[in-house]
């Protein structure tokens, strides 16, 4: 099946600080990834979509300049918190599919940042 | 009013119990529907897409009701490995997901 991985796992920075984390789908080619934050006990809110070749589209309050979205080859998307604040301090995932109507979209391990 | 809503929970049942999960959804125009697990700490994984014929993956039978904009999940047998989240999903349009808040379960002996 299709094979998402996501990193870092975890990472503490500080404050003023950026953060990159990377979204590569293995064994298959993604156009479009989508990248997600979760707070604690609350469900995944859509940040942004990721497309090759051309810019992200954000989803409504989210910042662009703040989490900038590059996506320059089919198996490579990134997200880079920068001037992280405590605030940022969330679960971060990204997803692709292979098969969207079908509903096989694969989730990265997620990326726990905590900013000190 | 939320593009995804599902019981808050949690639902806390004794193994073997059958726990029925309800979510709606307020975009008439979706195609696609999903049950996602989450359990603590980890990403969602796919459980099933929701068909609007009904479809059932062993214990796990799912239901779509168009009319009433309205998908259900049914658990029967619970084991204590099914203790997690479960994540209502809608395909929102361009293939985005829309989470609903999730639901908690929790089986015990």
């Known amino acids: 099946g299709a094979v998402v991985s996501q990193h870092p796992s975890r990472v503490i920075c500080k404050s003023g600080t950026s953060v990159k984390i990377e979204c590569r789908s293995l064994d298959f080619q993604a156009t479009t990834m989508f990248w997600y934050r979760q707070f604690p006990k609350k469900s995944l809110m859509l940040m942004a979509t990721s497309n090759e070749g051309s810019k992200a589209t954000y989803e409504q309050g989210v910042e662009k300049d703040k989490f900038l979205i590059n996506h320059a080859s089919l198996t490579l998307s990134t997200l880079t918190v920068t001037s992280a604040h405590p605030e940022d301090s969330s679960f971060y995932i990204c997803?692709?599919?292979?098969?969207?109507?079908?509903?096989?979209?694969?989730f990265g391990s997620g990326t726990r940042l905590t900013v000190v | 009013r939320k593009e995804v809503e599902q019981d808050p929970g949690p639902f806390n049942v004794p193994e073997g119990a059958t726990v029925a999960f309800n979510c709606t959804y307020s975009n008439s125009a979706s195609q696609s529907f999903f049950w996602y697990r989450q359990d603590c700490r980890k990403e969602p994984k796919l459980l099933m897409s929701?068909?609007?014929s009904g479809n059932e993956d062993g214990r796990f039978t799912a239901q779509l009701n168009r009319a009433s904009q309205y998908i259900s999940l049914l658990i029967r047998d619970s084991k204590l490995s099914d203790s997690a989240t479960y994540l209502c999903v809608v395909n929102g349009g361009y293939n985005k997901l829309i989470f609903g808040a999730g639901t908690r379960l929790a089986v015990h002996p």
């Open positions: 997803s692709a599919t292979r098969t969207p109507l079908q509903g096989g979209y694969t």
């Open positions: 929701v068909y609007s």
